[in-house]
């Protein structure tokens, strides 16, 4: 070879035609490889996302369909910073809230303490179960103001927000919410259709007003008619995330800013509300996989949240979740406001003794040996396991308990429900609680529990199928 024909060849030239014969395949699967991880990405933060902010976000539903109304209603609804009352007990058509029972009447409001504080007086009750919880904009409870707290005297409060600097008047309690919106959920005791206009008067005694206006003569709006209560949509798409976002704005919570801050990678807390549109569509894609596992696991962990007891989860952290985000948000898709235990325990179930799905196709027995320890009452109420709502039947029962008229005791002491679809037969019908053809849900309610429920002394018997 004769040398002399090779030239000098610089390397750095060298190093730049392989470059840029390499190039197109490199920034391509360079190109492909960042969507693919901007897609996890979101997918991980939007999943986060879900488990802290389901409970806001079914917060904010509720507020808001509650606060649909030019004045108060007698399904509930009302203005902000007014109260509605639901003056009837709730059925197989109410779909406002999931497991609402069918003990109570319901008295609503949604507050806004973003300029003052709200005042709310509560009649002397001369004995009638009533409790007023109220919830801050993340589903824990503030406080609960009831026959179980203060007996039957009521009293004065005032609900103010966490920067609010001024003076009281002296007859009034404070009460403090972190957050700006507060809902207030009251329940009062009804002994019967027979007892509901007594329960309406004390309804009626309820008493919420502006602190500017609490010196001034009350007078009590009538109310206006509607058939039935609010229905509670749930959004659509990443319209989720958009909630969410609002939910944060409105009501924004420092200790918590470590973990919301990471929102803003997927459009949440930042400058502007959160917008869709404007997300790039790798971010689009890992939130759209995030909503459907997301969501499904929240439902999976409130199949068997709270402590399992002879089948039935006992919910003792009601309204008091800690960082237990994902806890709080499967509360809160199937029992949206959950009282403290120490108030109300709401032990509930999907299974049966054998941990198979409760279902019309078969009958139950619960028996129980004597009297449930608790010092107001107890209840045990259906609903459809998909959905969650009360289901029709033809004895028109949604739930039966210790009030229940004509109930029978064995001989022994003893009380056995029979849960199934069909009639149980005449001699037995009075402690039928009718179930639906599919599968269905449990709820007990224990009014005011006694310390053997809540130290585990005391437990609930189990669902056994008997055919």
């Known amino acids: 070879m004769n040398r002399s024909i090779l030239k000098p060849v610089s390397w750095a030239f060298v190093a730049i035609l392989f470059l840029a014969g390499a190039s197109t395949t490199t920034f391509a699967e360079e190109s492909a490889t960042n969507a693919q991880t901007d897609e996890k990405i979101a997918y991980a933060i939007g999943m986060e996302a879900i488990f802290y902010g389901f409970a806001p976000v ?9 606060t649909e109304a030019d004045k108060p209603y007698d399904n509930g609804q009302a203005p902000v910073n007014q109260m509605g009352h639901a003056r009837r007990l709730y059925g197989p058509n109410d779909k406002f809230v999931v497991t609402a029972n069918n003990d109570t009447l319901y008295s609503f409001a949604g507050l806004d303490l973003s300029k003052e504080p709200v005042v709310l007086t509560v009649p002397d009750t001369k004995g009638r179960y009533y409790i007023m919880q109220l919830l801050d904009a993340y589903s824990r409870s503030i406080e609960d103001i009831g026959i179980g707290t203060l007996g039957a005297k009521g009293g004065t409060f005032a609900i103010v927000g966490s920067d609010w600097k001024g003076t009281l008047p002296p007859e009034m309690v404070r009460i403090t919410s972190p957050t700006p919106q507060v809902y207030v959920i009251g329940r009062t005791g009804v002994d019967g259709t027979e007892d509901l206009p007594a329960a309406r008067t004390q309804q ?28 509670m949509g749930f959004p659509e798409g990443l ?9 944060i704005r409105l009501n924004p919570l420092q200790e918590d800013a470590p973990i919301t801050g990471q929102f803003k990678r997927i459009g ?26 997301g969501i499904a696991a929240v439902k999976r962990v409130a199949m068997d949240s709270g402590s399992r007891v002879n089948g039935w ?24 406001g959950l009282n403290k235990a120490l108030r109300a325990l709401y032990p509930n179930r999907y299974i049966d003794a054998e941990g198979k799905q409760l279902n019309g196709k078969h009958a139950y027995r619960i028996r129980f040996d004597g009297n449930v320890p608790v010092k107001a009452f107890w209840s045990l109420t259906m609903y459809d396991a998909k959905e969650l709502f009360m289901v029709e039947n033809p004895i028109k029962r949604y739930s039966i308990g210790d009030r229940t008229k004509g109930l029978k005791t064995d001989s022994d002491g003893s009380l056995t429900l029979y849960i199934q679809a069909k009639s149980p037969g005449p001699d037995k019908e009075s402690n039928w609680l009718p179930s639906p053809n599919g599968d269905f849900f449990l709820q007990m309610r224990l009014y005011e529990p006694a310390e053997q429920i809540l130290n585990g002394t005391y437990r609930l018997p189990q669902v056994t199928r008997v055919d």
């Not at 609490?214 to 229905?231: I, N, V």
């Not at 400058?271 to 459907?292: H, I, M, S, W």
């Not at 806890?327 to 949206?336: E, G, P």
């Open 58 to 66: 079914m917060m904010q539903l509720g507020l808001q369909s509650q």
């Open 204 to 231: 009626d005694q309820y008493r919420l007003t502006l602190l500017s206006n609490y010196k001034k003569p009350f007078k009590k709006l009538e109310s206006g008619h509607k058939g039935a209560s609010a229905k």
């Open 239 to 247: 319209d989720f995330f958009a909630v969410l976002d609002r939910a």
């Open 268 to 293: 949440i807390g930042l400058d502007k509300p959160f917008d869709a549109a404007l997300l790039p569509e790798p971010t689009k894609r890992g939130l759209v996989r995030a909503l459907q596992d």
């Open 313 to 336: 989860n006992m919910e003792f952290k009601g309204g008091e979740y800690g960082t237990d985000y994902l806890l709080r948000s499967a509360i809160a898709y199937k029992q949206l």
